[in-house]
């Protein structure tokens, strides 16, 4: 199971911090994933880490803003997000992939590469 935290009411140009907690047979050393999905459209590809943490992507929207990372002892991946803009408002779900393949960003920007997902956390940016 993948538990996401950390979201909130925050201004433009501010930074949250979510959280991605695995449990029982969900392990963050597969690949993760972070998607968000703003109302009243798709869901969409945020940023994704590898399983062995070597290699990292992100949606050309957050480039530079966003950083994903994890802590397996901690068992928990985490997403930085500064400088939020109000188009960064969205439910962000988390997401792993239990597979190793060799890590490339067309594979984790599709959702079907992903086998659990998180039930999601509001990030909501005001102007």
């Known amino acids: 199971q993948l538990q996401a935290s950390g979201g909130g009411l925050v201004q433009a140009g501010g930074s949250l911090r979510l959280s991605c907690a695995a449990s029982?047979?969900?392990?963050?050393?597969?690949?993760m994933g972070w998607f968000r999905q703003a109302p009243g459209k798709e869901r969409e590809f945020v940023a994704a880490?590898?399983?062995?943490?070597?290699?990292?992507f992100y949606a050309d929207s957050v480039k530079g803003r966003f950083t994903i990372s994890r802590d397996d002892a901690k068992n928990t991946v985490y997403l930085q997000m500064n400088s939020l803009k109000p188009e960064d408002t969205a439910v962000y779900y988390c997401?792993?992939?239990?597979?190793?393949?060799?890590?490339?960003?067309?594979?984790?920007?599709?959702?079907?590469?992903?086998?659990?997902w998180g039930q999601g956390t509001q990030v909501t940016v005001s102007s």
């Open positions: 029982g047979r969900t392990s963050i050393t597969y690949g």
């Open positions: 880490i590898s399983w062995s943490g070597g290699s990292t």
């Open positions: 997401a792993a992939d239990r597979s190793k393949p060799i890590p490339y960003m067309e594979y984790f920007m599709r959702q079907r590469s992903y086998d659990y």
